[in-house]
């Protein structure tokens, strides 16, 4: 006799039942396309984007520590902003004396005269360009580093004349420090002779020696390329005693040291490697020190990127999808003595691109390639120190 309760299964209900294996086995793969999906796309967009950093000579960068009798960490302390939103980008500072003012160049393109005695700014004349260093020459001039017009004479009057604007047959692309000898010999860098301001970045990631330090004679107007395949190179400074000049090597975190005369003429030679940052501008102060400007300190990740190219190639990616890496902290002025050897840092974890450092009497000022002000700090207060030894990462 039948089960009275036995139901005879409907058409539908079998097809349901037979669906449910298959809805199993389709979950698993749809986690796993999912899962896969942008790990496969990322590795694409890897192997199809021509970039393609080189490996940097790791050796040079070394490990050892730099030891710095002095440090201040806290500069941001008891600091004033001079020219507070007057100022955009004031990357570098020239000092006349005799009129007490600074002279500075701004992303808008105007070179601009600070007051010193009354922090007023004025305008002082438009380059149409990007003024990065600057130089007084000996007659009240400017010489100028701009980073898209080449080396620049600026007249006490403001009349605007182009010195040089190529070297061997390279255009300048990212002229960017510069010094004028007693003799009026003019020596300066173009940190790239392949990207410009705005690709700086790329130059950096790349890691290849687009850069040169040159000379220029505004007698005979000959423009010479003193040393190439330099990376990233920087500020300038002339010896006191006018026998070598002084640049930097940003990426490479060095300063490096280029006879001019003498029996060493054309000899170069290692300045201070091995800094605690990457060294933008430097300056002499006519008292036995150069200040270098570190416009952010190294890092363990930053130090990882440079010894890997592939991980600078996925920087560059996420920098052309996402926006420029905030990386950059911790920045300040490192001060040395005539041979190289480390004095004093000021450095503050909360100050970024400070890309110039002048010292003026007993004040310390500070430009930024970023920041709308010149930071001034004044040497001469007490409790300003703290011992310390420095180690780089």
């Given at each position: 006799?039948?089960?009275?309760?036995?139901?005879?299964v409907s058409q539908?209900?079998?097809?349901?039942?037979?669906?449910?294996?298959?809805?199993?086995?389709?979950?698993?793969?749809?986690?796993?396309?999912?899962?896969?999906?942008?790990?496969?796309?990322?590795?694409?967009?890897?192997?199809?984007?021509?970039?393609?950093?080189?490996?940097?000579?790791?050796?040079?960068?070394?490990?050892?520590?730099?030891?710095?009798?002095?440090?201040?960490?806290?500069?941001?302390?008891?600091?004033?902003?001079?020219?507070?939103?007057?100022?955009?980008?004031?990357?570098?500072?020239?000092?006349?004396?005799?009129?007490?003012?600074?002279?500075?160049?701004?992303?808008?393109?105007?070179?601009?005269?600070?007051?010193?005695?009354?922090?007023?700014?004025?305008?002082?004349?438009?380059?149409?360009?990007?003024?990065?260093?600057?130089?007084?020459?000996?007659?009240?001039?400017?010489?100028?580093?701009?980073?898209?017009?080449?080396?620049?004479?600026?007249?006490?009057?403001?009349?605007?004349?182009?010195?040089?604007?190529?070297?061997?047959?390279?255009?300048?692309?990212?002229?960017?420090?510069?010094?004028?000898?007693?003799?009026?010999?003019?020596?300066?860098?173009?940190?790239?002779?392949?990207?410009?301001?705005?690709?700086?970045?790329?130059?950096?990631?790349?890691?290849?020696?687009?850069?040169?330090?040159?000379?220029?004679?505004?007698?005979?107007?000959?423009?010479?390329?003193?040393?190439?395949?330099?990376?990233?190179?920087?500020?300038?400074?002339?010896?006191?005693?006018?026998?070598?000049?002084?640049?930097?090597?940003?990426?490479?975190?060095?300063?490096?040291?280029?006879?001019?005369?003498?029996?060493?003429?054309?000899?170069?030679?290692?300045?201070?490697?091995?800094?605690?940052?990457?060294?933008?501008?430097?300056?002499?102060?006519?008292?036995?020190?150069?200040?270098?400007?570190?416009?952010?300190?190294?890092?363990?990740?930053?130090?990882?990127?440079?010894?890997?190219?592939?991980?600078?190639?996925?920087?560059?990616?996420?920098?052309?999808?996402?926006?420029?890496?905030?990386?950059?902290?911790?920045?300040?002025?490192?001060?040395?003595?005539?041979?190289?050897?480390?004095?004093?840092?000021?450095?503050?974890?909360?100050?970024?691109?400070?890309?110039?450092?002048?010292?003026?009497?007993?004040?310390?000022?500070?430009?930024?390639?970023?920041?709308?002000?010149i930071l001034k700090?004044?040497?001469a207060k007490e409790?300003?120190?703290?011992?310390?030894?420095?180690?780089?990462?």
């Amino acid at each position: 006799m039948a089960d009275s309760r036995s139901q005879p299964v409907s058409q539908s209900q079998a097809s349901s039942a037979g669906d449910q294996p298959r809805k199993r086995l389709w979950r698993p793969f749809i986690t796993v396309l999912f899962t896969m999906f942008p790990v496969v796309a990322a590795m694409l967009v890897y192997q199809l984007d021509s970039f393609d950093p080189a490996s940097l000579p790791i050796h040079e960068l070394g490990q050892a520590p730099v030891v710095v009798s002095l440090r201040n960490e806290r500069m941001l302390q008891g600091a004033e902003l001079l020219g507070a939103g007057e100022l955009q980008g004031p990357e570098d500072i020239a000092y006349d004396s005799t009129a007490n003012v600074v002279f500075t160049g701004c992303h808008d393109g105007w070179i601009k005269r600070v007051r010193l005695n009354d922090s007023v700014v004025e305008n002082f004349v438009n380059t149409h360009g990007r003024p990065l260093g600057l130089a007084l020459g000996h007659n009240k001039e400017i010489i100028v580093a701009d980073a898209y017009k080449g080396l620049l004479n600026i007249s006490k009057d403001g009349e605007v004349e182009l010195l040089t604007d190529e070297a061997d047959g390279h255009k300048f692309k990212l002229t960017d420090g510069v010094d004028i000898a007693d003799n009026g010999m003019i020596y300066f860098t173009d940190a790239s002779y392949k990207y410009n301001l705005n690709e700086d970045i790329w130059d950096i990631l790349e890691g290849k020696p687009h850069g040169r330090f040159m000379s220029f004679d505004p007698v005979t107007r000959k423009t010479d390329v003193l040393v190439s395949h330099l990376y990233f190179a920087n500020g300038v400074a002339v010896s006191p005693n006018q026998d070598h000049a002084i640049f930097c090597e940003t990426v490479m975190r060095r300063c490096r040291k280029y006879y001019t005369k003498g029996s060493k003429q054309g000899d170069l030679e290692k300045f201070i490697d091995y800094l605690p940052g990457f060294p933008d501008n430097i300056k002499y102060d006519g008292d036995g020190h150069y200040w270098i400007a570190l416009p952010s300190a190294n890092s363990v990740p930053l130090d990882i990127a440079f010894r890997y190219p592939f991980i600078r190639k996925v920087m560059a990616i996420v920098m052309k999808y996402i926006g420029r890496l905030p990386t950059e902290k911790d920045a300040g002025v490192l001060v040395v003595d005539l041979e190289g050897k480390p004095v004093a840092h000021y450095h503050d974890h909360r100050l970024s691109m400070i890309t110039s450092g002048m010292k003026i009497g007993n004040r310390l000022y500070c430009g930024s390639v970023r920041h709308p002000h010149i930071l001034k700090l004044d040497l001469a207060k007490e409790n300003l120190w703290l011992s310390s030894t420095i180690t780089t990462q």
